[in-house]
């Protein structure tokens, strides 16, 4: 088992920045593939970030690519996602996830790719 718990969410203006980061605990964290995914009010979750284990490889849905960026530290089995040039659409309940798979065996976009959730955390970009 693994526990995730997220914190850094709030309130920002359009434009500002918010830094989410996601402790885990329970097993070897550099073992697990990582990836931060959000549900705004009204639509399903979708995929924002992931995170391969050593941290080499990240990828990015299109609507957060060059404004997101997500790393680890597996010293402190924790992963980050600093989130800038923040607008009224990022607003949403972001969620930290794990997998135990390795990038090239899943489809990292996809939710059924991952384990292990945490409860979320609330961003709000007000314009």
């Known amino acids: 088992q693994v526990q995730l718990v997220e914190s850094g969410g709030g309130l920002v203006q359009a434009g500002g920045s918010l830094r989410l980061s996601c402790a885990a605990s329970g097993r070897t964290f550099s073992n697990y593939l990582m990836a931060w995914f959000r549900q705004a009010p009204g639509k399903e979750r979708e995929f924002a970030a992931a995170?391969?284990?050593?941290?080499?490889?990240?990828y990015y849905a299109d609507s957060v690519k060059g404004r997101f960026t997500i790393s680890r530290d597996n010293a402190k089995n924790t992963v980050y996602l600093q989130m800038n040039s923040l607008k009224p659409d990022d607003t949403a309940v972001y969620y930290c996830t794990a997998s135990r798979y390795s990038v090239v065996t899943v489809y990292v976009a996809d939710e059924e790719s991952y384990d292990y959730w945490g409860q979320g955390t609330q961003v709000t970009v007000s314009s």
């Open positions: 995170i391969s284990f050593s941290g080499g490889n990240t």
